[in-house]
């Protein structure tokens, strides 16, 4: 196998060997507020899903950077460099817990190159990097990666040239900086609930007394489960927060085809609603629950089925609620099959815990005032607009005054302790129906002004944005199946440093008309290119027809289809454009320019990555073609030209048309950029050798402290396909993204893409942590303002993927939970809902003996009735299963996708827990404490479906993530 320079982390890149486009930066660099003094004034919140991002004062401004299981919580801020210098990056960390936070710089060594430091210790960290020569602006990022949910502190960052003194070249470590927990609002104590029925409740500890004793606490991201004084007793008082769900769960044994009834008594003082309920009655993925806002005691009869010996209770307060509500007396006892009685609410008795006073908060009155207007323009929400001069038809929480208007505009301004929220009941809606929302808002100081809708949708939808000028949000919902109404509100979180504004609310029915772009348009992403045949044009708008797009230029003028460079005596002037088809080997090739004009420092040339580099001075003259001939090296060349006028050079260089063709046997990782269905099955035994026109070797680096997926770690022996996982104890030659020689995986992709189908892997999983073997479908899109697509959910992402992946931890919340090879992640992202952690995360016991077995995904987009689902089978019996729904949004995925399998490794800290110990880990795999592993694989056979829901759309980014045909086996 060839091998290459690996020049950066994600994506091969052009090196070249000449001045870069602009010398007019400053030679120290420029990073702003990197003591957060200005809040975040400089910088882009980035956190995915529910992660937080927020600027605390405790002494000396920091940032706090609190991930959830599904979100990670980001920074980022460009920052002007100068080419080809080296640069430290520093700043502390200050940890209250053992969550991972990292700092870093991503562009320094081209789009994709990424270099980071960090750890779950507190300290100051710092990195040095240098520039490559054609670099003058990077991204320097903080962040807290999911999958983890303790927040953690980050302040001082600092970027200096590397030869300048170090900030602290000894430093203490910081105090931690502690993270006040939100200040718990005190509630009235639970109705006294009516005398249960003799029988004894199958539930251990259900009335509290042995505080969460025979229960699993699963709250998440800020949710809190606990017991406190009440009922004469001992009650269980859940506090969900706007990212987290408070809840407990227990396994309980029970009888097949038996009635059983669970009853519980709540208290709900402040709005929250609460819900206990059972999984599993009726099949492994079976759900039925009872609850609601209004304190009582709440009744569920349900009847087991004939194949049932268990089922999980659980009890829950879901998030994007902020008030708590008590729990008390649940049980779980058979029941003779007559309806539940009626609940019966007596006055509550005065079981006051010491010292609380009931809060000053009332229920919300979902019904608007008489008085109002009517509504216009199908717009569902009333006083949408705050024209009214109060909040008619709106109810607020909070502290007094924290939410107010003026010049028809709502301000919430919560304080370190309080949230403010205002919330309207929609009433008046269809059951299952398409409806969109959209909100104008602004905020100062960088604090974040959430929305959202539930209680009664589909999927509850929220979203949050920061800046100091309006801007509009939007996204599509679905109510449920028996929903006629949903909850809207609009909040500002506790402890956000400025005020949010609210204006111009809506909900209707159906879509709305598209957002008018600003005057100057948005940015729009280039189109992937398709794959050219021989004598045709490879660089793009050649003859400048459509302006100077595709070109990257520096001073240059069009007029009349006619390019004209004119440099200053500082500055080059420059037209340049990368080629995206890689160029074969041992290939000639004819650069062709008709210019005019040109002399002493005009020249046109062509430069490589791997070395390559050519040029042709440009005398003075009229207008004529001029060529270039240059002729590839051994291997694939990915080459870029260029057209230049030197600095301060006397000439002015005219271009009427540049032309590059290609020969043949050009490479791109995607030759049709638009998939298209396929009949035909794909099966590959790995006999001969492995064929680009079929597979696609990974090149590329995710998912934390790693190196990566590299070509050299593939390889084919004795009809396998042998996929190479070097770990913590690899001292070999081979080196991955990053210049990481440890953490170093391997993997491949189909392609072309496939939909709906049967995807068949017959493979031996190496037995070792720290790893993960997996075999999964792909395709992301990232949408920009100018797609439909953007205003349709809260985030621009859409992921879709099927995972097969081990090992892992159950995460079921028990005491004993260990990552294990026994474990399979099940994991279905995406589908038609948006973002990267919208997904259903199973999680199964599969067989663990070491052999080979047969990991199958049916996949089923549906469509025509059919309701779209995805199953897990291993050697032909299935193991898990995900239904999706028959109207409205799901997380089954429905777009082609490539086919990968890889072994790569995790590498953002994960708690496992053993024995009632809590260990931190590498990541969610476990800990890489081994040389080599290898995963083997015997077949593997794609079998499509096409059902009526499969579609075809292009892949944001699908070239430049994988390697060349001559970095292949053998080659």
């Known amino acids: 196998m060839a091998r290459k320079a690996r020049l950066s982390t994600h994506q091969r890149h052009v090196h070249l060997l000449h001045e870069s486009l602009e010398n007019r930066y400053l030679m120290t660099a420029d990073l702003s507020n990197g003591d957060f003094s200005e809040g975040l004034t400089d910088w882009i919140v980035q956190a995915t899903e529910t992660a937080q991002v927020e600027v605390v004062n405790v002494g000396d401004p920091g940032i706090l950077l609190t991930p959830t299981d599904t979100g990670t919580a980001e920074i980022i801020q460009q920052v002007s460099v100068t080419p080809g210098t080296a640069y430290r990056l520093s700043f502390t960390l200050n940890s209250s817990s053992d969550s991972y936070a990292y700092a870093g710089v991503r562009g320094h060594a081209g789009k994709w190159s990424e270099l980071s430091t960090g750890e779950n210790t507190a300290g100051r960290y710092s990195l040095e990097f240098e520039t490559s020569s054609d670099v003058s602006e990077v991204t320097i990022f903080a962040q807290a990666y999911r999958q983890q949910t303790a927040p953690v502190s980050i302040d001082d960052i600092q970027l200096t040239l590397a030869n300048s003194p170090p900030v602290s070249p000894e430093p203490e470590p910081p105090q931690e900086t502690p993270v006040e927990p939100p200040q718990e609002s005190p509630i009235e104590p639970p109705l006294s609930p009516p005398a249960p029925i003799a029988s004894d409740s199958l539930l251990t500890n259900g009335d509290f007394e042995s505080a969460l004793s025979g229960w699993s606490n699963i709250s998440s ?434 271009i009427e048309s540049v032309s590059l063709l290609a020969q043949g046997n050009e490479w791109i990782d995607t030759p049709n950029p638009i998939p298209t269905p396929t009949t035909e099955v794909l099966f590959d035994d790995f006999s001969g050798p492995l064929d680009p026109e079929r597979w696609l070797i990974v090149d590329k680096a995710w998912g934390g402290d790693n190196g990566g997926l590299v070509p050299e770690n593939v390889e084919l022996a004795d009809g396998k396909l042998l996929l190479r996982a070097n770990g913590d104890d690899y001292t070999g030659d081979v080196v991955g993204h990053g210049d990481r020689s440890t953490r170093v995986g391997a993997g491949i992709a189909t392609r072309d893409y496939y939909a709906s189908g049967r995807y068949e892997v017959r493979a031996r999983v190496p037995q070792v942590l720290g790893a993960a073997s997996a075999f999964w479908t792909f395709h992301y899109i990232e949408y920009g303002p100018n797609d439909e697509g953007f205003w349709e959910e809260p985030s621009k992402i859409r992921n879709s993927e099927i995972d097969w992946e081990f090992p892992t931890a159950l995460q079921t919340g028990s005491d004993d939970d260990p990552i294990s090879y026994d474990f399979a992640r099940v994991n279905s992202w995406g589908g038609k809902l948006g973002g990267e952690g919208a997904h259903h995360p199973g999680r199964v016991e599969i067989i663990n003996d070491g052999e080979y077995h047969t990991y199958t995904i049916d996949w089923h987009a549906g469509g025509d009735g059919e309701v779209p689902r995805v199953i897990w089978l291993i050697d032909g019996e299935e193991v898990y299963r995900h239904e999706g729904n028959e109207f409205g949004q799901d997380n089954i995925p429905y777009r082609a996708s490539r086919f990968w399998l890889g072994i790569w490794f995790p590498a953002a800290g994960f708690k496992e827990r053993v024995d009632g110990e809590t260990v931190s880990r590498v990541g969610w795999a476990g800990d890489p404490n081994f040389d080599q592993a290898t995963l083997e694989i015997d077949w593997v056979r794609v079998t499509p479906f096409n059902e009526v829901n499969d579609r075809y759309e292009p892949e944001t980014w699908p070239n430049g993530f994988y390697a060349t045909p001559d970095e292949y086996p053998g080659v």
């Open 221 to 654: 991201a800020g949710g809190k489960a606990e017991t406190i004084p009440g009922g004469g007793g001992s009650v269980l008082r859940l506090t969900p927060s706007a990212d987290g769900t408070a809840a407990l769960l227990q396994q309980v044994a029970v009888d097949p085809s038996t009635s059983y009834r669970l009853s519980f008594s709540l208290t709900s003082a402040g709005g929250s609603y609460g819900y206990a309920g059972v999984r599993g009655h009726a099949g492994k993925w079976s759900e039925i629950s009872v609850g609601d806002n209004v304190s009582g005691r709440q009744t569920l009869d349900f009847v087991t089925d004939a194949n049932v010996s268990e089922v999980t209770v659980f009890l829950q307060a879901y998030r994007q609620q902020t008030a708590p509500i008590v729990i008390d007396d649940i049980r779980l006892e058979a029941s003779n099959g007559t309806p539940a009685p009626e609940p019966v609410n007596p006055p509550p008795t005065d079981t006051t815990p010491p010292d609380v006073s009931p809060p000053d908060i009332s229920p919300p009155d979902t019904t608007p005032p008489e008085d109002l207007p009517p509504r216009v323009d199908g717009n569902l929400v009333r006083n949408a607009d705050f024209s009214l001069g109060d909040l008619s038809g709106w109810q607020s929480s909070g502290p007094a005054g924290a939410a107010t208007l003026s010049d028809g505009v709502l301000k919430l301004a919560a304080t370190q302790e309080n949230t403010v929220r205002v919330e309207q009941m929609i009433t008046g809606l269809r059951p299952e129906t398409r409806y969109s929302f959209t909100v104008k808002l602004r905020s100062l100081e960088g604090a974040w002004a959430s929305f959202g809708v539930d209680s009664g949708t589909q999927y509850a939808k929220t979203n949050s944005a920061a800046g100091d000028a309006w801007q509009e949000k939007r996204f599509t919902f679905y109510t449920a199946a028996d929903s006629t109404q949903v909850r809207l509100f609009l909040e500002s979180y506790m402890g956000q440093p400025g005020p949010v504004f609210f204006d111009d609310v809506k909900i209707v029915e159906g879509k709305l008309t598209p957002v008018t772009p600003p005057d100057e348009g948005w940015f729009t992403l280039p189109k992937p290119r398709a794959l050219v045949n021989a004598g045709e044009e490879m660089l793009l708008n050649n003859k400048f027809e459509d302006g100077l797009t595709g070109w990257v230029r520096d001073h240059a003028e069009i007029a009349n289809n006619v390019v004209t460079l004119i440099p200053t005596s500082d500055e080059s002037a420059r037209l340049v454009q990368d080629i995206p088809f890689a160029l074969p080997p041992d290939t000639t090739y004819s650069l062709e320019a008709v210019v005019r004009g040109g002399g002493p420092g005009a020249t046109l040339s062509v430069a490589g990555r791997d070395g390559l580099t050519a040029s042709l001075q440009i005398e003075e003259g009229a207008s004529r073609r001029v060529v270039l001939p240059f002729t590839t090296s051994s291997g694939y060349e990915t080459v870029r030209v260029m057209l230049e006028q030197y600095k301060a050079s006397p000439g002015i260089l005219t």
